[in-house]
């Protein structure tokens, strides 16, 4: 399945053939008449222009990222591409989105490659929908119900099976077909009583009582959460939690920070589960490390509201690590819409370190350009393992919380296990011995120094 409330993936079942139709709005080009075409020139005196002039908003290479976008997630969703349309207008079509020479363009195309669903690119209205199912065969979704269905495909833990299952109801709720008259009730007047709700009436409540347990269910989730980072805050272990563009090497990242062994995939929004590992940093001290959902242009607006209790480890975190794809052509657009996210969430101005990842995938002549200069972002290849160590330093150095600091002790050789967590959790500058006594010099965060302040001695 494509689309659905709940999703299961069946190796031994066929897959779907999908027909991908993307739209690009914005008029491309324009017409210059011949006379201005004329004048300019001879005010110039430059070669005469071409026929048409680019007005567009958009370029033709963000427009193919898009498309190419568009196919991963078809890919990733478990379908087979039987075919591919595009098309440019100036606007969208109010009641089909594409307009009805296409529509039928479409409908045929369908037809002659056996497409089992018809898939949008962009999100379409209701009443779109509504009348793009009426005119194609098979079934008809859109950006948003492939993403909730790829969402459903990789959500493994009971809080990620609550959310994606929300954010379909949400999304499904006004698009229930049917809507007019039809499914009004009966009047209620003498003689024009009827037998009550429509069928349609009693789904539409169904799903609304849905919608209603599952968001207490959430909460319910989203105050265990708030329990657990409570007793984490109880012991200042900071969070850095990593985020960026999906596909971006989050989880290679993470795994090759942590050891931890999560699934690392080619495919669209593979982790959707928050992952948590502890991890200890040249300033010897620990962290926690948060592997997070990967964002997307156009994310639906009902997943951001759905997975917010997800979404919280970014909120709490003290340093994000902003990880970007440094081999995608579409780097810097993929960083904007990353940074617009983060402003949906109020994060923008938290610590963030910014990481271009896959360096490994560069000439050696593109490496040198990416590192070239002051204030580039740090590059580094997760899966070589290039630039970690270098990375681990910046972590230290943008870590406001349980600053380092630096502090003479003088303790007792029989605090054994005061000297054994000084060695576990600072960096020892210098250590001597006197009598029975022994004087270290340590850079360590300060929670660990104020554990042991009896032994610290001014300087």
Known sequence: MVAGVRATVDPSVTRERALLVSVDFGQRKASVPAAARQAR?????????????????????????????????????????????????????????IGSGKVEEVAAAAHSSRADVVVFGQNLTPTQLRNLERELPGRVIDRTQLILDIFARHARTREGMLQVELAQLEYMLPRLTGRGREMSRLGGGIGTRGPGETQLETDRRRIQRRIAQLKGELESVRRIRGQQ??????????????????????????????????????????????????????SRRKVLLSDTVGFIRDLPPTLISSFRAT?????????????????????????????????????????????????DLLTADEQAGLRAGVGRPLAISAKTGDGLEELLERMDEALQVDPMVEARLRIPQAEGEVIASLEAGAVIRGRKYEGNLVWMEVSAPASLVGRFRRFVKQQ
């Open 311 to 359: 979404l919280e480890e970014v909120q709490k975190a003290e340093v994000l690590l902003h990880v970007q794809d440094c081999s995608s052509p579409m780097r810097e657009e993929h960083r904007d819409e990353v940074k617009r996210v983060l402003d949906e969430l109020g994060v923008r101005e938290k610590p963030q370190i910014e990481v271009v990842n896959k360096v």
């Open 41 to 97: 020139s001879a005010a110039t005196m430059a070669q005469p222009e071409a026929d048409a002039v680019v007005v567009a908003r958009g370029s033709d290479e963000e427009f193919l990222s898009g498309v190419e976008e568009f196919r991963e997630l078809v890919v990733s969703a478990g379908a087979e591409i039987a075919g591919e349309l595009t098309q440019r207008r100036p606007r969208a079509d109010a009641a089909t989105l």
């Open 229 to 282: 980072r409570q007793r984490r805050e109880a012991v200042p272990v900071p969070t850095v939690a990593l985020v960026g563009y999906t596909n971006a090497g989050k989880s290679t990242l993470f795994n090759a920070l942590t050891g931890a062994g999560v699934l690392e995939s080619a495919r669209m929004f593979a982790t959707l589960d928050p992952k948590l590992r502890a991890i200890t940093l040249p």
